[in-house]
């Protein structure tokens, strides 16, 4: 008899706990899912630097630079340097003119697989404005060209974006994979013709281990290169008026 009973007993509780594993099961494979998405940490982080000194170290000073001033120029003597201008522009209220430079860094904190798709711009203002333009002219050198996303402010709304990388065909995404610590940069430029100083946004927008995710950037200003009513060039200890040399 006692024998029948602990069987009987353990049959029923092996169909109960069955039963309670079936009726759980859903709820644990939430809280797993839950875990996961809470406690995962962010693959990589990414860095916006917009300083040339900082963009250009380590190359020869052969870049140029335009900055424009909404009244008139700077009395204080700008830096030999052109890549300096644009913390010494920035001190003195101006603006990078015709064109604006940053450089993307992403930095992976796990093993990752990173697919970077086209950014998102959108021009957030546009006023006209009225000023004058600081010019640095570099010495003469080959032309620096490195991987980047070409963007055309004034062109259209939203703006033209093109993906150049010398050796692929343009308009090809940018997709690597790094190790946990590894970098990889690319470069944004973001030109402007007309007669208007723009504020426009960026997304980054990137497929990272078969996750979606999307960045925020930040906004940034810029103005078109067809703004200023004259352009000056540093030469001695004074500002000259300056007028861009055209080829025939």
Known sequence: ?????????????????????????????????????????????????????????????????????????????????????????????????????LMITIQAKLDVAVVVD??????????????????????????????RFQVSLDASDPPDIVFNDEGMEPGTLAGFSLTKGEVERFHIWANATGQHELEWSLELPMIVNGDEVRMDLGTFVAVGGGAASSEFLWQGDDWMPYETPTYE
């Open 118 to 147: 086209t950014p998102i711009v959108r021009v957030v203002t546009r006023r006209e404005v009225d000023g004058v333009t600081a010019t640095c002219v570099a010495v003469g050198g080959p032309s620096v060209s490195p991987r």
């Open 1 to 101: 008899m006692s024998v029948a009973l602990g069987f009987v007993l353990g049959l029923l509780s092996g169909v109960a706990l069955s039963f309670l594993l079936a009726f759980t099961e859903p709820v644990q494979r939430l809280v797993k899912r839950k875990g996961r998405t809470v406690f995962r940490e962010d693959p990589v982080d990414v860095h916006v630097q917009t300083d040339q000194a900082v963009i250009w170290a380590g190359l020869p000073p052969w870049i140029s630079g335009r900055y424009f001033f909404d009244d008139a120029l700077p009395k204080a003597t700008p830096p030999d340097a052109c890549v300096d201008w644009t913390k010494w522009s920035r001190e003195h209220g101006g603006r990078p003119c015709g064109e604006f430079e």
